[in-house]
C-alpha cells in the first residue's frame, strides 16, 4: 500500500503564506523603488489621495497641476530652500534625524504637542508611495520606503523627486506648477526669495500661500534666507 502524505499543520502553511506575502512585497516593492531612481514618477500616492478626495467631495472643477521637470531645469535657490527650511542635515544623515527625534519626544514627555521631524528621505517616501495621517502602520511603512530610498537612491535624486511632487498648495505639486501657478515662470527662473517663499508654505500648503503670503509666511522666508546663507548656498547640495 502506498504511504499517505501527511498534511502540514495548519499553523505552518500560515506561517509559510505569510513569509511568501511578505517576500513577494519586499521584492515588489523594491523594483517600483529601483525603477523611479531612474524614471520619473507619473503621479504619487499623495496626488491619488487628493484625486479620490475631490471624487468623493464633488469637487468638479479640481484638477491636480503637477509636470515633472529634471534637475537641471530648477533654479539651485528652490532646493536649498527647502533643506533649509525642512532638513538641514539632509546631506549627511541616512534618511533619520535621530537627534531630531528624541527633541521631539522630549517635549512630548513635558507636555507639548507632538511636532513631526520628518526628513526629506521619509518626506519622499510618504508623499510618493503612501498616504496621510498619523497611524503607527503608515509611520513603519513610511520607515520601511525611507530605507528603501536611502540604499537605492543618490541623495541628488531623493531631493529631485521631493522638489517634484511636494505639495506647495492644493492641488499643486512639485516646481514647475507651483512657480508657474504663484511667480508665472519657469522653476528655472525662481530667486532666492521666491524659492523661500515656497519652502516657507511646506508646513501647511493648504492654508498658506506663497504668492499671497502671511506675515507668518514673510517671517519665515526670511528665517529660511538666513540658514541658506549660513548653511553656504547651492554649495551644500548634495552632489
Same mark, same amino acid.
Given at each position: 500500500m502506498? =504511504?499517505t502524505?501527511?498534511?502540514?499543520?495548519?499553523?505552518?502553511? /500560515?506561517?509559510?503564506?505569510?513569509?511568501?506575502?511578505i517576500?513577494?512585497?519586499?521584492?515588489? $516593492?523594491?523594483?517600483?523603488?529601483?525603477l523611479?531612481?531612474?524614471?520619473?514618477?507619473l503621479?504619487s500616492?499623495?496626488?491619488?489621495?487628493?484625486r479620490?478626495?475631490?471624487?468623493?467631495h464633488?469637487?468638479?472643477d479640481? $484638477?491636480?497641476?503637477?509636470h515633472w521637470?529634471?534637475?537641471?531645469?530648477?533654479s =539651485?535657490?528652490?532646493p536649498?530652500?527647502?533643506?533649509?527650511?525642512?532638513?538641514?542635515?539632509?546631506?549627511?544623515?541616512h534618511g533619520?534625524?535621530?537627534?531630531?527625534?528624541q %527633541?521631539a519626544?522630549?517635549e512630548?514627555?513635558?507636555?507639548?504637542?507632538? &511636532?513631526?521631524?520628518?526628513t526629506? @528621505?521619509?518626506? %519622499?517616501?510618504?508623499?510618493?508611495?503612501?498616504?496621510?495621517?498619523? @497611524?503607527?502602520v &503608515?509611520?513603519?511603512l513610511e520607515?520601511?520606503? %525611507?530605507?528603501?530610498l536611502?540604499?537605492?537612491?543618490?541623495?541628488?535624486? /531623493?531631493?529631485?523627486?521631493y522638489?517634484? /511632487?511636494?505639495?506647495?498648495?492644493?492641488g499643486?505639486?512639485?516646481?514647475d506648477?507651483?512657480? &508657474?501657478?504663484?511667480f508665472?515662470?519657469a522653476?528655472?527662473?525662481l530667486?532666492?526669495?521666491?524659492?523661500?517663499?515656497?519652502?516657507?508654505?511646506l508646513?501647511n500648503?493648504k492654508?498658506?500661500r506663497?504668492?499671497?503670503?502671511?506675515?507668518?509666511?514673510?517671517?519665515?522666508a526670511?528665517?529660511i534666507?538666513?540658514q541658506v546663507?549660513?548653511?553656504?548656498?547651492?554649495?551644500?547640495l548634495?552632489r
Amino acid at each position: 500500500m502506498f =504511504a499517505t502524505k501527511r498534511r502540514r499543520p495548519l499553523w505552518r502553511r /500560515i506561517l509559510r503564506a505569510v513569509f511568501i506575502a511578505i517576500f513577494v512585497w519586499v521584492v515588489l $516593492s523594491w523594483l517600483a523603488v529601483l525603477l523611479l531612481r531612474f524614471v520619473p514618477p507619473l503621479t504619487s500616492a499623495f496626488m491619488l489621495e487628493r484625486r479620490v478626495q475631490a471624487w468623493r467631495h464633488g469637487e468638479k472643477d479640481f $484638477s491636480i497641476k503637477y509636470h515633472w521637470v529634471p534637475w537641471e531645469k530648477v533654479s =539651485a535657490e528652490l532646493p536649498i530652500a527647502m533643506i533649509a527650511g525642512e532638513d538641514q542635515k539632509f546631506p549627511h544623515h541616512h534618511g533619520f534625524d535621530v537627534q531630531a527625534i528624541q %527633541t521631539a519626544l522630549d517635549e512630548a514627555d513635558e507636555g507639548e504637542r507632538l &511636532r513631526g521631524a520628518s526628513t526629506i @528621505s521619509q518626506q %519622499t517616501a510618504k508623499n510618493l508611495f503612501l498616504w496621510g495621517g498619523r @497611524s503607527f502602520v &503608515r509611520k513603519g511603512l513610511e520607515a520601511y520606503f %525611507t530605507v528603501l530610498l536611502e540604499i537605492s537612491w543618490p541623495k541628488r535624486r /531623493i531631493l529631485e523627486v521631493y522638489v517634484n /511632487i511636494a505639495e506647495f498648495g492644493d492641488g499643486i505639486y512639485g516646481a514647475d506648477a507651483a512657480a &508657474r501657478e504663484y511667480f508665472h515662470k519657469a522653476p528655472a527662473q525662481l530667486s532666492a526669495h521666491e524659492a523661500a517663499l515656497l519652502a516657507a508654505v511646506l508646513p501647511n500648503p493648504k492654508k498658506l500661500r506663497a504668492d499671497r503670503p502671511s506675515a507668518y509666511v514673510n517671517n519665515r522666508a526670511e528665517w529660511i534666507e538666513r540658514q541658506v546663507h549660513q548653511l553656504g548656498g547651492a554649495g551644500y547640495l548634495p552632489r
